[in-house]
C-alpha cells in the first residue's frame, strides 16, 4: 500500500508521496513513488506511482528509456498533457499485458493508478488520474486533487480546507497533514515522503524535498496538528441528545 496526493491549483502544483511498499509484514523497503519528467524553460511533469511495484518501475523504465530516442513519442517530446496522459496510459496497458500474460493462472496484481501532473509551454497547468485500464480522467476547478492508494484516512481534512484558489504553501500544509492522518493510521503507509511545488509558469523543479522523521516542520506541524485538535475536542459543549 502507499499515499500520493496531487493538487492542481490556480497558483501551481502540489505533490505529496511516501514511500513505503510491503510485500508481507516482514519484508518492507523503501521506493521513490515520485518522479520527474524536466526540460528546462519546456515542460515539467511529475508522476506518481500507486500499485504493483514491478509495473509501475517497467513503466518508469520505458518512459525514460523512450526519451532517449526523439523519433519515438516521449514524455519530452509530446505536445500538450493529454498527449502525455495518453502516452502513460498506453504504457500502462503494455507493461500490464506483457507481464499479465506470462503469467496466466497465476493470482498477482500487476494493477496500479499513477498520477501525471505538470505543465508544458503555452499550456495551462494539467493533473490526471490514469487508471490500470490505461484510461483516465482529469482534475478540475470543482475536484482540484487526485488521491492514489490508501486514501480515505487523509481525505476529510483535503475536503474541508483545499479548493482552486487555496495557497500553494497552505495547501502543502494541507496534503501534509493529510499524509499525517494517514501516518498515524496505516503502518502499510511510511516515512520518508517525497513532496514537491510547482509554482505556476516557472518551469522549475527547485522545490524538491526530502521529509524525514526527524525533519523539524514536520515534526511540528504534527504536533501541532494533533495538539489543536485534542483542544478543540475539549472545547466542544458537553452531550445532549434528549432534546
Same mark, same amino acid.
Given at each position: ?35 520527474? =519528467?524536466? /526540460? ?16 509501475? /518501475? ?28 495518453? *502516452? ?30 505538470? /505543465? ?6 494539467? %493533473? ?24 480515505? !484516512? ?13 495557497? %500553494? ?21 511510511? %516515512?520518508? %515522503?517525497?513532496?514537491?511545488? !510547482? ?9 524538491? !524535498? ?6 523539524? !516542520? =514536520? ?16 472545547? *466542544? ?7
Amino acid at each position: 500500500m502507499t499515499y500520493c496526493v496531487a493538487m492542481r491549483l490556480s497558483s501551481g502544483l502540489v505533490f505529496v508521496s511516501d514511500s513505503r511498499t510491503n510485500a508481507g509484514v516482514d519484508h518492507i523497503s523503501t521506493f521513490r513513488k515520485l518522479h520527474v =519528467f524536466h /526540460q528546462s524553460d519546456e515542460r515539467v511533469m511529475v508522476i506518481q506511482s500507486a500499485g504493483n511495484l514491478a509495473t509501475t /518501475q517497467s513503466i518508469l523504465s520505458l518512459l525514460h528509456r523512450r526519451c532517449l530516442d526523439p523519433q519515438m513519442p516521449n514524455m519530452l517530446n509530446v505536445e500538450s498533457m493529454y498527449d502525455a496522459a495518453s *502516452l502513460l496510459g498506453e504504457t500502462v496497458r503494455e507493461v500490464i499485458a506483457r507481464d499479465s500474460g506470462a503469467n496466466q493462472g497465476g493470482m498477482t496484481d500487476f494493477s496500479c493508478n499513477l498520477l501525471l501532473g505538470g /505543465q508544458i509551454k503555452d499550456e495551462g497547468l494539467r %493533473l490526471f488520474h490514469v487508471y490500470p485500464q490505461g484510461n483516465f480522467i482529469e482534475a478540475t476547478h470543482d475536484t482540484p486533487y487526485f488521491q492514489v492508494g490508501e486514501s480515505k !484516512y487523509g481525505k476529510p481534512i483535503i475536503d474541508r480546507v483545499l479548493s482552486y484558489d487555496t495557497a %500553494l504553501d497552505q495547501a502543502m500544509q494541507c496534503a501534509l497533514i493529510s499524509m499525517d492522518s494517514t501516518l498515524r493510521s496505516n503502518l502499510s503507509v511510511g %516515512l520518508p %515522503l517525497d513532496v514537491m511545488i !510547482y509554482p505556476k509558469d516557472s518551469f522549475s523543479t527547485a522545490q524538491q !524535498y526530502r521529509i524525514t522523521e526527524d525533519h523539524p !516542520y =514536520f515534526a511540528m506541524i504534527r504536533k501541532g496538528w494533533g495538539e489543536g485538535l485534542l483542544s478543540i475536542f475539549a472545547q *466542544l459543549p458537553p452531550l445532549k441528545l434528549d432534546n
